[in-house]
């Protein structure tokens, strides 16, 4: 009998960037990633979803009382800030979840397509799973942060955990590592549509007490500034 592998990666990309996916591509070959082997989440476009964009956001009553903290300030209204592109965004996230959740795949890594993958991945990613995996993590981020002076509570090894006592700090969605039961759990959760995916994250996080963890050292962005999406 096959084993199934030990972590699946989906790409969370938008057809429109074509620069980046060419870009991306580049760095998959170059970290000797199989580019027919990585699922692409390409669907909900903002044009797609354009029409349905109120029916698909929750109304603010089911919004978390959560004040959530960003690089540029209190996030105090997010359902009239999440636009067209976060909201695509999100249900890619969502979807490879889904995805995710009907494998018994033990792990799914999930990039956007303006993240920088380290050139030693193969290398790099089984060490990291391990002690992820000694951890009994939920959810992992690999990427880096934005956010200057972040705290993070150390300990050895690559692996760090995340700060629950820090307000709701967001730390960047462009790489980030699902355990099977940690997809299960918060997939429904993903339902009600009430802040970009990376505040959602931190939310469930800190409501469902999730078993957090950061990298010491965040994979970067390939771009400093993402580009516009879509209408507000």
């Known amino acids: 009998m096959t084993r199934p592998p030990l972590y699946s990666i989906a790409i969370a990309h938008h057809p429109t960037l074509v620069e980046r996916k060419s870009k991306l591509l580049e760095n998959l070959i170059a970290a000797h990633i199989d580019p027919n082997k990585v699922r692409w989440e390409q669907g909900f476009s903002p044009a797609e979803i354009k029409d349905a964009h109120s029916q698909l956001i929750s109304p603010q009553t089911q919004h978390h009382n959560i004040t959530i903290k960003h690089a540029h300030g209190e ?26 959740s009907l494998t018994n795949t033990p792990y799914l890594l999930i990039l956007e397509d303006d993240a920088a993958i380290p050139l030693d991945f193969n290398k790099i990613m089984p060490e990291i799973i391990s002690e992820f995996h000694n951890y009994n993590g939920d959810i992992l981020h690999l990427g880096d942060t934005a ?84 209408p507000s």
């Open 147 to 230: 956010i200057p002076g972040h705290q993070v509570v150390r300990f050895s090894g690559k692996l760090v955990h995340y700060n629950k006592g820090l307000p709701l700090i967001t730390r960047g969605t462009h790489a980030v590592m699902f355990s099977l039961e940690c997809s299960k759990k918060i997939l429904k959760e993903l339902d009600s549509v009430t802040v970009p995916i990376d505040f959602k994250y931190n939310e469930l996080i800190c409501r469902l007490s999730l078993r957090s963890l950061i990298l010491n050292k965040g994979w970067p962005y390939r771009f400093q500034f993402p580009t516009s999406l879509g």
């Open 75 to 100: 996030y105090r209204n997010p359902y009239k800030r999440l636009n067209l592109g976060q909201l695509s965004l999100y249900l890619k996230h969502k979807e490879a979840l889904r995805k995710h």
